[in-house]
Antibody, heavy 121, light 107 residues
Framework: QVHLQESGPGLVKPSQTLSLTCTVS??????????WGWVRQPPGGGLEWVGY???????FYNPSLKSRLAISPDTSKNQFSLLLTSVTAADTAFYYC?????????????WGQGTLVTVSS | DILVTQSPSSLSASVGDRVTITCRTG??????LNWYQQQPGKAPQLLIS???NLEIGVPSRFSGIGSGTNFILTITSLQPEDFATYFC?????????FGQGTKVEIK
């Protein structure tokens, strides 16, 4: 069974960089067949796809965040990370790391428990 | 981005009721439509992929149908653990986008 676990600061100051790590167990981010990425959800709000990375290193980002976003792998630790720069209060959300199946309809079949990141001074 | 619209935004139902949730997309997406359930305080969980394919372990009272721009999630005989928020998601065009959610509450 695949398990994903987010970690990182729960509070980030405006204009600074949000940094989160997802640790994967039960599956390898170095193998093909899946995208590894992030979805966020403001408290009480809807879901927004942030982006994901493929084992080849190819990245796919939401255009609304692309200029501030980087997702990168650490294959030695079976982890991948999210960096979001120049954050504002609008970036306050629960951040979920996810696995999506490559192929028809690319469903997000595994999710981490989520971590709340608050942007505030 | 493809707009995804769910209806209703919320509904009240009783245990044993049949519930239907509709998802409409702003352009045709074939069957590139997934459904998720989110319990309060938990991460979303995949129920159905490609409009009608039930994930392993998901009870058979859940079913999905549709193609093009119109999709339906049906829960037959609602159970206490089904009171949650349901989201649809299109993955036909990047970025993948979600509906705003349908909250199923106890009547």
């Amino acid at each position: 069974q695949v398990h994903l676990q987010e970690s990182g600061p729960g509070l980030v100051k405006p204009s600074q960089t949000l940094s989160l790590t997802c640790t994967v167990s039960g599956g390898s981010i170095s193998l093909g067949g899946y995208y590894w990425g992030w979805v966020r959800q403001p408290p009480g709000g809807g879901l927004e796809w942030v982006g994901y990375i493929y084992y080849s290193g190819e990245t796919f980002y939401n255009p609304s965040l692309k200029s501030r976003l980087a997702i990168s792998p650490d294959t030695s630790k079976n982890q991948f990370s999210l960096l979001l720069t120049s954050v504002t209060a609008a970036d306050t959300a629960f951040y979920y790391c996810t696995r999506a199946r490559v192929g028809h309809s690319s469903p997000f079949d595994f999710w981490g428990q989520g971590t709340l990141v608050t942007v505030s001074s | 981005d493809i707009l995804v619209t769910q209806s209703p935004s919320s509904l009240s139902a009783s245990v044993g009721d049949r519930v239907t949730i509709t998802c409409r997309t702003g352009q045709a997406i074939g069957d590139f439509l997934n459904w998720y359930q989110q319990q309060p305080g938990k991460a979303p969980q995949l129920l159905i992929s490609a409009a009608s394919n039930l994930e392993i372990g998901v009870p058979s009272r859940f079913s999905g149908i549709g193609s093009g721009t119109n999709f339906i999630l049906t829960i037959t005989s609602l159970q206490p653990e089904d009171f949650a928020t349901y989201f649809c998601q299109q993955t036909f065009v990047s970025p993948p986008t979600f509906g705003q959610g349908t909250k199923v509450e106890i009547k």
